[in-house]
């Protein structure tokens, strides 16, 4: 059996009194892939927002067997964690390499950030051909 990376319990995410993410729960083991589907609102979203960091939850969260309760999302960044939301998401203002630059911040390392570049650059090789686009 896979090792469990991400143990999700009886997550409830709420705005005020509107209860947005109604106790969900689920485990992803490395290797395997997970999808949230579902209409507009049904909470998708705001469900990768409490896990990233970005709104308060109730329930548990685990990345690696360590609680991420409580913890700003910075710090599940630098755990290994993040949020990156669609379109609307990136710095239309940056060029794809500064965006690409923005998202290996918490590697201290040049050699680390090359790395990463390389590996983001042959997983999306189309990104290569515009990195100065905006």
Request: glycine share 14%; hydrophobic share 40%.
């Amino acid at each position: 059996m896979s090792e469990t990376i991400l143990k999700v319990e009886n997550l409830v995410i709420r705005y005020g009194e509107i209860r947005a993410v109604k106790g969900i729960s689920f485990e992803l083991r490395r290797g395997e892939i997970l999808a949230l589907i579902g209409a507009n609102g049904a909470g998708k979203t705001t469900t990768l927002r409490g896990l990233s960091g970005m709104l308060p939850y109730e329930g548990s969260v685990e990345l690696e067997g360590r609680s991420l309760k409580g913890l700003s999302a910075d710090r599940i960044v630098h755990l290994g964690m993040a949020h990156v939301p669609e379109g609307r998401g990136i710095f239309g203002g940056l060029t794809v390499m500064e965006n690409l630059r923005l998202g290996a911040w918490v590697r201290r390392d040049a050699a680390s950030r090359n790395h990463y570049l390389e590996w983001v650059l042959g997983v999306f090789p189309r990104l290569r051909e515009r990195l100065d686009q905006f």
